[in-house]
């Protein structure tokens, strides 16, 4: 976003917050995220959440007015973050399960509603974990959170991406740029409506 003081333009800082969807010591999709976090534009601030495993299962039961405190801490950061990207792997054609756990602890929240949200998958296969990342958007939309198509794509082949630092002149370092680009539009939208 841009504001002027003095007549100078001023770009403000923008908060995004990333939650990869595995618990693996060594996770292709961690790493994938903070070289994502490494290509972000000056003006954000990308927080990476690495506590999935520590959320309770979710139960409608404990889903209160005092949730557990892992669970208010994980609503506090999407509150306060101007945007989401999550980036999941696939199990059995699906998100795993400790992911979807995560979501599910946000249906009666609503931190994601209208939350600009980038969803996307890794695979070393070829497909990129797309059956994945289907669910993933379904259960996206179900929160009402704004994706958008180019904020939203799979990753084929993670292994030899992550090989290549910066990810120079690759398809996937202008997906990564549209992502920040489409974001930061609908950052910015949020912050005039
Ligand atoms: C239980 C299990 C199920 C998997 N199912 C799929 C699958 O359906 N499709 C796929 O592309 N990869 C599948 N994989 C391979 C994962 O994509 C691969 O292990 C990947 O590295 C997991 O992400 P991570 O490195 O972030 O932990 C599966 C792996 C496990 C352990």
């Excluded at 770009?11 to 969807?21: E, N, P, Q, R, T």
């Excluded at 999941?88 to 939350?115: H, I």
Aim: aromatic content about 8%; glycine content about 6%.
């Amino acid at each position: 976003m841009q504001c002027y003081l003095s007549g100078l333009p001023v770009f403000l800082s923008m908060k995004i917050i990333a939650i990869a969807g595995s618990l693996r010591t060594g996770s292709s999709n961690v790493a994938f995220i903070r070289a994502i976090a490494n290509l972000a534009p000056a003006q954000i601030e990308m927080d990476i959440y690495e506590e999935l495993g520590s959320l309770p299962l979710f139960s409608p039961d404990i889903d209160t007015s005092t949730p557990p405190e892992q669970v208010a801490r994980l609503r506090s950061l999407i509150e306060v973050a101007d945007a989401v990207i999550i980036c999941t792997p696939e199990y059995a054609y699906g998100m795993p399960g400790a992911l979807k756990n995560a979501l599910d602890w946000l249906v009666s929240s609503a931190q994601l509603y209208r939350k600009p949200t980038a969803a996307l998958s890794t695979s070393p296969s070829e497909r990129g974990g797309d059956r994945a990342l289907a669910w993933l958007q379904q259960t996206l939309n179900a929160l009402d959170a704004d994706i958008s198509k180019s904020a939203s794509f799979p990753v084929p082949y993670i292994k030899a991406v992550l090989k290549k630092e910066g990810f120079h002149d690759t398809v996937i370092s202008k997906q990564i740029g549209d992502m920040f680009a489409e974001l930061s539009s609908s950052i910015t939208k949020n912050r005039q409506s």
